[in-house]
């Protein structure tokens, strides 16, 4: 690709040309997007034929964030010289970075002819199929291409990564390949990744305890590391955290999944304790912060008060932590407010609309009804699976769970959840289970009433994807704790397995129920309904809304979960 375009056009009209570049690149990096189209249109007239310099131009409108007419710089290119593979490489590339995938795989699909023995082809369309949420063709792709450039890291650390991500088995031997020098972070940890998928837990975590000593920061690494080590039952499961805030350049994020992760396995107290370690080695507030809301959660409201009361003049009206202290102190009508101003900047945070909903059912608030209670938001599709595909559904999840173990920091007391994006993943039973949600899911959404103003019902008319897929099995004395699901619109229980003494009305066991707050907010609520599992009932809810089941005492519960996000 040519920096400046050598044009046929005379000398005068060539040095204007290169002046209205230079002041349009000047421009684009500046930011001032306006200012650089006009400029780069001025160049453009000067010779509107020549795709090449429409290429030039679109390559800076895009750095500068100037998608559409960029992608119409190319696309008059693509019109001017259509045999052109960079040109539709680079306008895909443009597409999806605008956040449209579907058009970007529109363009590559019509230049497969162009582009099949190209590796950089494959290799844009399987980034345009993981936005897609299709990872089995990325991984399709990925082989194409690393097929064609053997050589290419790049390459095959995405063939790696979408094996890994569709459970297919070779993921352990093409992250083995990749790991052998044992310099590359991300090799090591796709490695350990493959391997707990696989079921080689202690393996996956030699690996990790190597990884965090050679990248002591590696965040996925201290996470997984100690998801191990509490799936194995060991007590030093956070040791490895003390010698990673001993680093330099240790950030927040480093203390805050310490303290997240020992709050999530009971040790509430010890997370406000890390919180205030963290405090003291570098004196940021978002500490104190954490050990206030800590403090809450483990019942310490007074204590917490304490320290929200010094930090008010500098909690923002949005501060999540201190809008949960608010409800555990009765001060609802004060969380209410932050809550509202929230929302203002922010119309999508699901967790924000979760707690209003509660402040509104404290108070009697009729907009209650309106989030949560309008007609058609909770679907039950009974039957969403036949009953000769729930067996063959059933013997595949329990060869997944046979391998899979508890995890750490999740809503599960007790049970194992598969790892992974389950729906997506290679076995063609996957696929059949991905299409039976997605036609319940399309009957859920025709039935939703409009409204404009709801957070969910505006969005209803739109395309849907799974922003996450998982199974969990239970047994005796193993239940959900309350929680919502904050990167979905809509979540969702599929149900396999079932107690058998779930279908006693008296007692609920096993039952889900929905709009149950957790016990740490102190509000006091119970479920606003209950639903009974039954095998092959799918139940469809708004994300907004907190949920958790109830205990049994024999036989198995296993559910497929999935969230849908609305694009």
């Known amino acids: 690709m040519r920096d400046i375009p050598t044009l046929g056009a005379p000398s005068p009209a060539r040095a204007l040309l290169t002046d209205y570049l230079a002041a349009g690149r000047h421009a684009a990096q500046v930011g001032d997007g306006a200012d650089a189209k006009s400029l780069f249109a001025r160049a453009v007239a000067l010779d509107p034929n020549d795709a090449s310099l429409l290429n030039h131009v679109a390559r800076h409108l895009a750095d500068a964030g100037e998608w559409e007419v960029a992608c119409a710089y190319l696309e008059s290119a693509i019109a001017l010289e259509p045999a052109q593979l960079e040109w539709h490489l680079n306008l895909s590339i443009h597409l999806l970075r605008a956040g449209e995938p579907r058009r970007a795989f529109t363009v590559l699909a019509a230049a497969e002819n162009l582009g099949r023995r190209s590796p950089r082809y494959w290799s844009a369309r399987a980034n345009v199929m993981l936005r897609l949420d299709a990872p089995l063709a990325a991984n399709f792709c990925f082989d194409q291409a690393a097929g064609m450039a053997p050589d290419n890291r790049r390459y095959r650390h995405g063939l790696a990564r979408t094996a890994l991500e569709t459970g297919k088995p070779e993921a352990v031997c093409l992250y083995r390949e990749l790991a052998a020098d044992l310099k590359d972070a991300e090799a090591l940890l796709g490695l350990a990744q493959a391997l707990d998928m696989s079921g080689d837990h202690d393996e996956a975590m030699h690996i990790l305890e190597r990884v965090v000593q050679k990248f002591p920061l590696c965040h996925d690494a201290l996470r997984l590391l100690a998801d191990l080590k509490w799936s194995a039952g060991r007590a030093d499961f956070l040791h490895h955290f003390a010698d990673a805030t001993k680093q330099s350049g240790c950030t927040f994020d480093v203390w805050k999944l310490w303290a997240r992760l020992a709050a999530r396995?009971?040790?509430?107290?010890?997370?406000?304790?890390?919180?205030?370690?963290?405090?003291?080695?570098?004196?940021?507030?978002?500490?104190?912060?954490?050990?206030?809301?800590?403090?809450?959660?483990?019942?310490?409201?007074?204590?917490?008060?304490?320290?929200?009361?010094?930090?008010?003049?500098?909690?923002?009206?949005?501060?999540?932590?201190?809008?949960?202290?608010?409800?555990?102190?009765?001060?609802?009508?004060?969380?209410?407010?932050?809550?509202?101003?929230?929302?203002?900047?922010?119309?999508?945070?699901?967790?924000?609309?979760?707690?209003?909903?509660?402040?509104?059912?404290?108070?009697?608030?009729?907009?209650?009804?309106?989030?949560?209670?309008?007609?058609?938001?909770?679907?039950?599709?009974?039957?969403?699976?036949?009953?000769?595909?729930?067996?063959?559904?059933?013997?595949?999840?329990?060869?997944?769970?046979?391998?899979?173990?508890?995890?750490?920091?999740?809503?599960?007391?007790?049970?194992?959840?598969?790892?992974?994006?389950?729906?997506?993943?290679?076995?063609?039973?996957?696929?059949?289970?991905?299409?039976?949600?997605?036609?319940?899911?399309?009957?859920?959404?025709?039935?939703?009433?409009?409204?404009?103003?709801?957070?969910?019902?505006?969005?209803?008319?739109?395309?849907?994807?799974?922003?996450?897929?998982?199974?969990?099995?239970?047994?005796?004395?193993?239940?959900?704790?309350?929680?919502?699901?904050?990167?979905?619109?809509?979540?969702?229980?599929?149900?396999?397995?079932?107690?058998?003494?779930?279908?006693?009305?008296?007692?609920?066991?096993?039952?889900?129920?929905?709009?149950?707050?957790?016990?740490?907010?102190?509000?006091?609520?119970?479920?606003?309904?209950?639903?009974?599992?039954?095998?092959?009932?799918?139940?469809?809810?708004?994300?907004?809304?907190?949920?958790?089941?109830?205990?049994?005492?024999?036989?198995?519960?296993?559910?497929?979960?999935?969230?849908?996000?609305?694009?």
């Not at 998982?470 to 239940?479: A, I, N, Q, Y």
Request: glycine share 8%.
């Open 265 to 567: 396995s009971g040790q509430i107290l010890e997370a406000a304790r890390i919180a205030n370690r963290g405090y003291s080695a570098n004196g940021a507030i978002d500490f104190l912060r954490l050990e206030a809301d800590y403090l809450g959660e483990a019942g310490e409201v007074d204590r917490a008060a304490r320290i929200f009361d010094c930090l008010e003049p500098d909690i923002e009206l949005g501060d999540l932590p201190y809008i949960r202290h608010c409800f555990r102190s009765g001060a609802v009508e004060r969380a209410e407010d932050r809550l509202g101003s929230l929302l203002a900047r922010q119309p999508d945070n699901v967790e924000a609309w979760a707690m209003i909903d509660l402040a509104w059912r404290l108070s009697g608030d009729p907009r209650h009804g309106w989030l949560h209670g309008q007609p058609g938001l909770i679907g039950v599709f009974d039957n969403a699976v036949s009953n000769a595909r729930l067996r063959e559904t059933r013997c595949w999840l329990e060869a997944l769970h046979d391998r899979s173990r508890s995890p750490l920091g999740q809503s599960l007391v007790g049970g194992t959840q598969t790892l992974g994006s389950l729906i997506n993943r290679h076995e063609p039973i996957a696929a059949e289970l991905k299409e039976r949600c997605e036609t319940a899911m399309l009957s859920y959404l025709s039935g939703l009433p409009a409204d404009d103003s709801h957070p969910l019902l505006r969005h209803r008319s739109r395309r849907f994807a799974t922003t996450g897929s998982w199974s969990v099995r239970l047994s005796r004395g193993e239940h959900h704790a309350d929680h919502i699901h904050p990167n979905g619109m809509i979540s969702a229980v599929l149900y396999v397995t079932v107690p058998p003494e779930a279908s006693d009305e008296s007692r609920h066991l096993g039952w889900l129920r929905i709009g149950s707050p957790p016990s740490h907010l102190a509000t006091g609520l119970q479920p606003i309904a209950t639903f009974a599992p039954a095998e092959g009932r799918l139940i469809l809810f708004p994300s907004t809304l907190y949920h958790g089941t109830m205990p049994f005492s024999s036989g198995t519960r296993t559910t497929v979960a999935f969230d849908i996000h609305l694009l």
